[in-house]
T-cell receptor, first 108, second 121 residues
Framework: EIVLTQSPGTLSLSPGESATLSCRAS???????LAWYQQRPGQAPRLLIY???RRATGIPDRFSGTVSGTDFTLTISRLEPEDFAVYYC?????????FGQGTKLEIK | EVQLVESGGGLVQPGGSLRLSCAAS????????MHWARQAPGKGLEWVSH????????TYADSVRGRFIISRDNAADTLYLEMSSLRAEDTAVYYC??????????????WGQGTLITVSS
């Protein structure tokens, strides 16, 4: 079973700064199988990135996804107030869909 | 506009049963895989179950296998989750989720707003 480990657990930054969120898969994953979601308080998750690096419809280019081996990264540049939320990575493998435990991006 | 509207949540006693529904609109429901995911209060996301386009194939998380049954009615554009032998640890917001088919990738592009299930005596 694939385990996704996100780091850090909490990231404290200021608007205008850049955020780097990590998601490490416990097994080698096929490129294209990782997605990222944003969840604001009291809201349902929203798709940001799919296929590791493809932005979902309507997602600004400040959001980008990359991978190196089993280490996936979500980068958010020029943080806006509405970007402060919880972010989850997500992958499919072994007939199961797995989420990371989440990274909370909070205002410093 | 794609809409997924869950219903059927509420308070249920341990060992009890509940049926969730998800009414889909704004897209061709029968062309998409559908899922249920959940989120316990203050916790992260957990995938629960998946069903293929025609309802002939289903998968479940280990935590619910044998207790939950996912189904769909494509004529009514509705997804269901039949939950039995409920436990306190099943307390969560349950989300109806859409997965695009035919992309070769696995992701959820639309989520409902969720319905809260509380398992407590």
């Amino acid at each position: 079973e694939i385990v996704l480990t996100q780091s850090p657990g909490t990231l404290s930054l200021s608007p205008g700064e850049s955020a780097t969120l990590s998601c490490r898969a416990s097994q080698s994953a096929r490129i294209g199988d990782l997605a990222w979601y944003q969840q604001r308080p009291g809201q349902a998750p929203r798709l940001l990135i799919y296929g590791t690096s493809r932005r979902a419809t309507g997602i600004p280019d400040r959001f980008s996804g990359t991978v190196s081996g089993t280490d996936f990264t979500l980068t958010i540049s020029r943080l806006e107030p509405e970007d402060f939320a919880v972010y989850y990575c997500h992958q499919y493998g072994d007939s199961k869909y797995t989420f990371g435990q989440g990274t909370k991006l909070e205002i410093k | 506009e794609v809409q997924l509207v869950e219903s059927g949540g509420g308070l249920v006693q341990p060992g009890g049963s509940l049926r969730l529904s998800c009414a889909a609109s704004g897209f061709s429901f029968s062309n998409y895989y559908m899922h249920w995911a959940r989120q316990a209060p203050g916790k992260g996301l957990e995938w629960v179950s998946h069903i293929n386009t025609v309802g002939s194939a289903t998968t479940y998380a280990d935590s619910v296998r044998g207790r939950f049954i996912i189904s769909r009615d494509n004529a009514a554009d509705t997804l269901y989750l039949e939950m039995s032998s409920l436990r306190a640890e099943d307390t969560a917001v349950y989300y109806c989720v859409r997965e695009p088919t035919g992309t070769g990738m696995y992701f959820f592009d639309y989520w409902g707003q969720g319905t809260l299930i509380t398992v407590s005596s």
